[in-house]
């Protein structure tokens, strides 16, 4: 079964709105969690690395002010896509590691901006 | 940055035929993983080679380590319609979680 899940799936939001979404690790604990986003027939490109109780690190070239991401809990790390555009349509995708060296990926999450 | 390199882009081949898709890497690793997209879903973790591994074997999955050519090598073998996906290699940087995402390879296997 599952072993990490996003929260939601998919949503449509409106340009200049915000949107958070969820990333959960459902029996492990994860001080290091991680988000990727991918386009449309395209790779996974890593966004940043959530960090249990500490700032998140971030990519060269991804805006830190623009995605924020919050690791609240060793369960629980958020990011939050800030007054999106429709250039920030994409699919999310968070993953754990899981015992040092497997990571599980979440299902995604697919963001559409109108 | 991405660090790996894939081919082919795509790959269509007959139900039944061996599928070899390739990755290359630029920088040191300690170990290398696959992994199965289909379209518009998560992840699917297939198999992890150290970096100290030269092949290993899961099914009817076939992973090869070359760290002197900085390639890798994941051969299914007798292939079925439900293998069609898109699949990536990914490597760790050493001394950090992180996974670096190869182009990938979209496979699609013919009935």
């Known amino acids: 079964g599952a072993v990490v899940s996003q929260h939601p799936s998919r949503v449509i939001c409106k340009s200049g709105t915000s949107v958070k979404i969820e990333c959960r690790s459902l029996?492990?604990?994860?001080?290091?969690m991680f988000w990727y986003r991918q386009f449309p027939k395209k790779s996974l490109m890593l966004m940043a690395t959530?960090?249990?109780?500490?700032?998140?690190?971030?990519e060269q070239g991804v805006e830190k002010d623009k995605f924020l991401i919050n690791h609240a809990s060793l369960t629980l790390s958020t990011l939050t896509v800030t007054s999106a555009h429709p250039e920030d349509s994409s699919f999310y995708i968070c993953?754990?590691?899981?015992?040092?060296?497997?990571?599980?990926f979440g299902p995604g999450t697919r963001l559409t901006v109108t | 940055s991405q660090q790996g390199e894939e081919d082919p882009q795509a790959l269509s081949i007959q139900e039944g035929e061996n599928a070899t898709m390739n990755c290359s890497y630029k920088?040191?690793?300690?170990?290398l993983q696959w992994y199965r997209q289909n379209s518009g879903r998560g992840l699917v973790h297939l198999i992890l080679?150290?970096?100290?591994?030269r092949e290993k074997h899961s099914g009817r999955l076939r992973v090869t380590l070359d760290t002197s050519k900085k390639s890798s090598s994941l051969l299914i073998t007798a292939s079925r319609a439900a293998d069609t996906a898109s699949y990536f290699c990914?490597?760790?940087?050493?001394?950090?979680?992180?996974?670096?995402f190869g182009q990938g390879t979209r496979l699609t296997i013919n009935p």
């Open positions: 920088t040191s690793i300690n170990n």
């Open positions: 993953s754990a590691p899981r015992r040092g060296l497997e990571q599980y």
């Open positions: 959530s960090n249990e109780g500490s700032k998140a690190t971030y």
């Open positions: 029996d492990f604990q994860a001080t290091t």
């Open positions: 990914a490597t760790d940087v050493q001394g950090a979680q992180k996974l670096v």
């Open positions: 080679i150290r970096s100290n591994e």
